[in-house]
């Protein structure tokens, strides 16, 4: 069920890290990283001319859904023709629930199915818009942005009421 949603790129995924002063983030998965070849963080792992990245697998969603491992991985929804199955919006200031209750009420307004999943942090969230097909990536941005745009026009009271 999570690949029939998530779909993404097949033939690279990112990992999540965490260095020791506690700052994270995700990298592609290398089979050279950290070896003799590998010059992070001087050549960034898009432009390394020694990639050897590992394709995802069932095994690596699966070690990913199951809690006993602590392998958390990301993903690359643009896929190499530039088209997507999905969009994600973020949600992390300060009024994060508000913002995304609103959006889901615009969401509810149009007829558009959306899913709010609280974030990893508990700090913030993500409204999953899901396609029956792959869109061009740029389609889903403005698709985002429209949603966006007509929820601050509902929110909008000027300053003179």
């Known amino acids: 069920m ?6 993404e790129r097949e033939d690279v995924y990112p990992v999540r890290w965490t260095n020791k002063a506690g700052k994270s983030g995700y990298s592609p998965d290398c089979q050279n990283e950290w070896t003799v070849v590998c010059k992070k963080p001087q ?4 432009e390394c001319p020694h990639q050897a990245f590992e394709p995802l697998s069932d ?5 990913h859904l199951d809690a006993k491992t602590n392998r958390t991985i990301g ?4 896929l190499q023709d530039e088209t997507c199955w999905f969009l994600a919006m973020d949600f992390d200031k300060q009024n994060w629930q508000q913002d995304a209750a609103a959006v889901l009420a615009t969401c509810k307004e149009w007829h558009i199915p959306a899913t709010l999943e609280r974030s990893r942090s508990g700090n913030g969230g993500h409204i999953w818009f899901f396609f029956q097909q792959p869109i061009e990536a740029v389609i889903a941005r403005k698709f985002g942005c429209a949603i966006l745009t007509k929820t601050m026009e509902r ?3 000027p300053d003179f009421i």
Do not use: T
Not at 43 to 46: D, E, M, Q
Not at 59 to 63: E, L, N, P
Not at 75 to 78: A, L, R, S, T
């Open 2 to 7: 999570y690949r029939s949603l998530f779909r």
């Open 43 to 46: 050549i960034k792992c898009s």
């Open 59 to 63: 095994g690596i969603v699966a070690r």
């Open 75 to 78: 993903i690359y929804p643009m």
């Open 155 to 157: 929110r909008y009271v």
